[in-house]
């Protein structure tokens, strides 16, 4: 294979590329995706094949996927396509999957951007949180407020009327994707430097909140206690594989397009290893906040004579973060402020993963057809916002579950990951790809 030596746009620095590469995979997938996935399979026993996937599976195909970026220079479907024409299909498969995820993921950044403006007026115009309440009333209002009021939810799979007050915060998390990524990679990298460590700052602070309310100790326990029958059954692990996947952003042909940036003389394995232990360490902090919050609603309620177990006092899916941080934000002193900080970190946190969404569809487009980047961009953000306008209906939470249990079912990542492997693995010579990510 021949290594394209005409000169392209470069990460500025090792730093910036790791930052980027974090920013990418740290995203809402670790404080919304994963606690929502460990609560629905089994609590702590989710973690055995959490961490198993991700290091069976999850570092070394990020080493893989660094590798083909690196060597090829050309992002996903490209870079398939020059180990064979054949491939070049699964390059775009990823990238399908991609514009599907681009298409939900700034929805809930578009929810955590409301819940921001909620904040903003609570600590400015003095106003009580929407949400707050402390005791057994605060978990009521944290549910009522999340699914009545703000979602208009009804449970069946109708759409159902199209939620105004949440048009401006989706167009707006465009808005801000649109800025963060038009000047091109030099100019992420330069964002990522606040949008990677201000959330972890901030995910301590809950944490520890979180584990000094009483009763938290009973979602520990859920959090941490391995239920094994769960480990039983091969949708725990369909799950948990499929959740290291998504939260790695591997097989999106984001990686691949990110390490296709990357110096000719980078650390390959280095940065995978990081990158990988950073995503897992996040993961398993926001677990320890949202887990313990949930204890400590499920003893508000045993308080109030009316004891609900941890496994049911938020109803599970997609919505649960969305319901037990507000409700542990609104435990703090001075919650206002504190829900701004919390807010403000999810949307740095969020926008980074979907501006990467983003460019990895735009530079597979860009690299295929030559179009303008300043054309294509624009257009597909636009798509991508109208066919967000579906999940902020009525019915939209429903269809959010929907898809995003697709992308993590059997034909979305998972078919990719494993069609991946057996491509490089097996189709093309591996050995080539090893000798370079170990060069
Ligand atoms: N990894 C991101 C997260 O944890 C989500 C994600 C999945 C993603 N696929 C992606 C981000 C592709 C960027 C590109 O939130």
């Given at each position: 294979m021949e290594i394209r030596e005409e000169s392209r746009e470069n990460w500025g620095t090792r730093a910036g590329f790791i930052l980027a590469a974090v920013g990418s995979a740290v995203g809402?997938?670790?404080?919304?995706g994963f606690p929502y996935k460990l609560y629905s399979f089994g609590g702590g026993a989710f973690l055995i094949p959490y961490v198993f996937a991700l290091i069976a599976i999850g570092i070394p195909m990020m080493i893989l996927e660094f590798s083909l970026g690196h060597i090829t220079q050309r992002a996903a479907p490209d870079a398939f396509g020059r180990l064979n024409?054949?491939?070049e299909v699964v390059g775009w498969w990823a990238i399908i999957l991609s514009f599907v995820i681009m298409t939900y993921y700034p929805v809930i950044l578009a929810y955590c951007f409301s819940f921001l403006w909620y904040s903003l007026k609570g600590a400015f115009l003095k106003q009580?949180?929407?949400?707050a309440g402390a005791g057994i009333e605060g978990v009521k209002n944290a549910n009522d407020f999340f699914?009545?009021?703000?979602?208009?939810?009804?449970?069946?799979?109708?759409?159902?009327?199209?939620?105004?007050?949440?048009i401006l915060p989706l167009a707006l998390t465009w808005l801000a994707a649109y800025l963060c990524t038009f000047k091109g990679t030099k100019h992420v990298g330069r964002v990522v430097l606040l949008t990677v460590p201000l959330p972890w700052i901030m995910l301590l602070i809950l944490t520890v909140r979180g584990m000094t309310l009483p009763g938290s100790a009973h979602g520990l326990a859920f959090y941490l206690n391995?239920?094994?029958?769960?480990?039983?059954?091969?949708t725990t692990w369909r799950y948990a594989f499929g959740q290291v996947f998504f939260s790695l952003s591997l097989a999106f042909g984001v990686m691949i397009t990110y390490a296709s940036f990357l110096?000719?003389?980078?650390?390959?394995n280095n940065n995978a290893a990081i990158v990988g232990l950073a995503d897992l360490a996040t993961s398993f902090i926001a677990g320890l906040a949202v887990f313990s919050t949930l204890g400590a609603m499920s003893f508000a309620s045993q308080q109030a004579g009316n004891p609900i177990p941890v496994t049911e006092v938020v109803a599970g899916g997609p919505g649960l973060t969305f319901v037990a941080f507000p409700y542990a934000l609104a435990q703090l002193p001075a919650a206002p402020w504190f829900s701004i900080l919390f807010f403000v970190t999810l949307v740095t946190l969020g926008i980074d993963s979907a501006f990467s969404i983003s460019e990895s569809v735009l530079a597979a487009i860009v690299d295929k057809t030559g179009w303008k980047r300043s054309i294509v961009l624009p257009s597909i953000m636009l798509i991508g916002f109208l066919i967000g306008?579906?999940?902020?209906?009525?019915?939209g939470l429903n269809w959010l579950g929907i898809i995003d249990g697709f992308i993590n079912g059997t034909w979305g990542i998972a078919f990719i990951g494993c069609l991946e492997c057996l491509i490089l693995g097996w189709?093309?010579?591996?050995d080539r790809l090893r000798l370079h990510a170990n060069d």
């Open positions: 809402l997938g670790n404080l919304w024409r054949k491939f009580a949180l929407p949400w699914y009545n009021q703000f979602l208009g939810y009804h449970q069946d799979l109708t759409l159902g009327a199209l939620q105004p007050s949440l391995p239920d094994w029958s769960e480990l039983a059954e091969p110096h000719r003389k980078s650390d390959l306008l579906v999940f902020i209906t009525q019915g189709l093309y010579r591996i």
